[in-house]
């Protein structure tokens, strides 16, 4: 029935048109993971619900389970995903040092993480129903060295920032910390982790950065796809224990993704569509 009830909500939808254009992933959007097992329908859509079964029973679920959308409000945040004609996708500019930021109005949201992290990588996956825009994946760690703006529309702007930690710009700390710090249209920062080795140091201190600005941020968990159960498990529970013990601003539920193989890339879009205001959610939490 999960499956059935999906297609009925989609099969007239927007995003059926999206999903037709050459070069677009065949996973890139809800319609076309209806085609697949309601198992593996529903890990994709809601990756933690694939872990659970591996949870000791004395673990608390209820920080996986705040956000939580239903399906049709999965595919209503992701037409925003969609360019079009009145909702134009594009990359629209670069900066060096918060004076050269663009001054834009809408809401924008921000991705930090270490060097080869996948920031590029996620945010590619994010736009993939826009094949057109431009988001540069280099294989080299540090491929990103300014603040790259991305303007979905007029509904809200996504930047992709320069990694930290190895192979990080110099001037990492001048260009970033006075953007997280000042900028007024920020709603929510996006801080990566790599699953497959879990917090490291220079993540510490950036989650206190995150912290000291007193402003909301969320962690995106990356790469779920590169090591076993066992290591996710472990480095996820680690995570949400700093997340419970050093943190005050840091939205409790982590987001898991595998921009490889399009896990909670439709889950992340309507977080982001809901945080910028973008779209109304019927229900935030549906188990």
Not at 5 to 28: D, E, I, M, P, T
Not at 65 to 73: A, I, K, R
Not at 139 to 144: A, E, F, M, R, Y
Not at 148 to 164: C, E, H, L, S, W
């Given at each position: ?80 995903f969609c ?149 996710l498990l472990?480095?996820l529970l ?50």
């Amino acid at each position: 029935m999960f499956g059935l009830h999906l297609r009925l909500r989609l099969q007239s939808g927007a995003v059926v048109h999206a999903v037709a254009r050459h070069n677009v992933h065949k996973l890139a959007s809800l319609h076309s993971v209806t085609a697949l097992p309601q198992k593996k329908m529903r890990n994709l859509l809601y990756p933690l619900s694939e872990l659970e079964a591996y949870l000791h029973r004395s673990v608390d679920r209820t920080q996986f389970q705040l956000f939580q959308p239903s399906v049709e409000d999965m595919a209503e945040a992701e037409k925003l995903f969609c360019s079009s004609p009145a909702h134009k996708i594009d990359y629209y500019t670069s900066a060096e040092r918060m004076e050269h930021a663009p001054a834009l109005k809408q809401p924008e949201v921000c991705f930090i993480g270490r060097s080869n992290v996948g920031k590029s990588s996620l945010i590619k996956a994010l736009f993939s129903l826009t094949p057109e825009v431009e988001v540069r994946v280099s294989k080299t760690p540090g491929h990103t060295r300014k603040m790259n703006f991305f303007r979905v529309g007029k509904a809200f702007t996504v930047i992709d920032m320069p990694g930290y930690g190895h192979r990080a710009p110099k001037d990492f700390v001048d260009m970033v910390e006075p953007y997280l710090y000042t900028r007024k249209n920020l709603v929510r920062t996006f801080l990566l982790v790599d699953g497959s080795v879990g917090l490291q140091k220079a993540d510490m201190i950036a989650l206190e950065m995150c912290e000291e600005t007193r402003s909301p941020y969320a962690v995106v968990v990356t790469k779920m796809d590169k090591c076993g159960v066992g290591v996710l498990l472990t480095n996820l529970l680690n995570l949400q224990r700093v997340v419970e013990t050093q943190t005050s601003s840091c939205f409790p539920q982590p987001f898991l993704i595998s921009s490889l193989h399009f896990s909670g890339i439709y889950l992340l879009r309507c977080f982001i569509a809901h945080v910028t205001g973008s779209v109304t959610l019927k229900d935030t939490c549906k188990s």
